[in-house]
């Protein structure tokens, strides 16, 4: 009886434990098809804000436009049609809000319904127009002709090197800016915690006495549970002054204020692992080398580091991971300016910052808000490539092993 009773107890533990697996392996997978559902949404709309549309004069040669060309059009940097392939015309530009600089109020009417026809008419008497106004406006007997603007597309999306997808008339998108910041930023960091990490977890692994040892990891854990925010406080306060005071620089928000910050952040991952790691070298290795004459140095260097090696690189990839997707204490330090970097000591905007800073202003379901979804399939399609390339490292490194 006692028998039954113990084994159906650790039948429904197995099935508690079997449903948590269960619910947690399904949450996952739907978040990451939510994720990639809501992005993908961004590639089957146009740059062009819903319900608007762009038009010049019927006899306008010029039927497309680039994102990048109408931008430049609207900002008065191309002046004239034969810029884009047109008549040599000078450009002129015509806004809804416009409309008074031609017609009077009465001309409108009162509740403005000659809008549409005074719109039609304007365009038809203006061989060098560019309009953009409300599809509601369009007159039934419209004698102008709407520019064919393409959707988004991915490689676009990819290479595009201006991020402005509130833009007027055409949004902007591309993240080529962002994806460089975030790697910029990233790799920096890497740069600054490995050889401290390394050097730290040597030292505690290695040459430690006991009683520091159990001092020193408990304060290097902690580390890891300092909220995002505290450490962004810190590189404001601290880290972004001492550069620009350093580098005599007008601003200290730079990438290498992102990159210290995060450095200090990826600290406690690296330090544990590889410690962990370098305490697992077998015992009688390190004998072995200090019999044939080694010192303790040349054992570490030469015995205790290459046999951790697929810890200290799991150490060192986890701590990137950790890097990229880092939100709040990059947003506060990094200067936030969507520019390609070309320098550590300039401006930068990562995604994890571009998403917390734009998705409470995005209109839910709209471009911008379909735009930052991509963007956070980007950032999870780069983080799982970490993932991976820890799990082929450790693998390649325990096949050596045994």
Known sequence: MKTNLKQIKEKIIESILMLSSAATSITIILI????????????????????????????????????SQIKDIFDQKIKNWSEV??????????????????????????NF??????????????????????????AKDFKGKELDIDKIKVSEFLSGEEWFPTAQPIAQMGVKPLIYGTLWVSFGAILLALPIGLAAAIYLSEIAKKRTRSLLK????LLAGI??????????????????????????ETALAGSVVLAI??????????????????????????????????????????????????????????????????LMVTGNAA??????????????????????????????????FALGCILFIITFGINMLVEMVTNKQSHKKH
């Open 218 to 221: 408990p304060l290097i854990e």
């Open 339 to 372: 520019v390609i970097p070309n320098s550590f000591l300039a401006p930068v905007r990562t995604i994890p910052a571009t998403i917390a800073a734009e998705l409470g202003e995005a209109p839910n379901g709209g471009l911008h808000y379909e735009a930052l």
């Open 113 to 138: 319904e000659n809008f549409p026809a005074k719109i039609n008419e304007l365009i038809a008497k203006n061989p060098g127009i560019i309009a953009f106004f409300s599809d509601k406006y369009k």
């Open 227 to 252: 909220p995002s925010v505290v450490y962004g406080f810190f590189g404001l306060v601290v880290i972004v002054p001492l550069i620009q005071s350093v580098f005599n620089l007008p601003v200290g």
């Open 265 to 330: 952040m990826a600290l406690p991952t690296i330090i544990t692992i590889s410690e962990d790691a370098m305490r697992n070298t077998p015992r009688a290795m390190k004998e072995a080398s200090l019999a044939l004459g080694a010192s303790h140095w040349q054992t570490i260097y030469k015995v205790v580091i290459p046999y951790s090696a697929s810890g200290i690189t799991a150490g060192a990839i986890l701590g990137i991971g950790r890097a990229i997707g880092e939100t709040m204490a990059v």
């Open 85 to 110: 392939g047109g008549k040599n015309e000078a450009i002129i530009l015509f806004r809804t809000s416009d409309i008074t600089k031609y017609y009077t109020d009465e001309e409108l009417g009162e």
């Open 32 to 67: 990451v098809f939510f994720l990639f559902i809501e992005g993908a949404g961004v590639f089957n709309k146009k740059p062009i804000e819903e319900g608007f549309l762009l038009a010049v004069e019927a006899n306008n040669p010029v039927k497309k436009l680039e994102p």
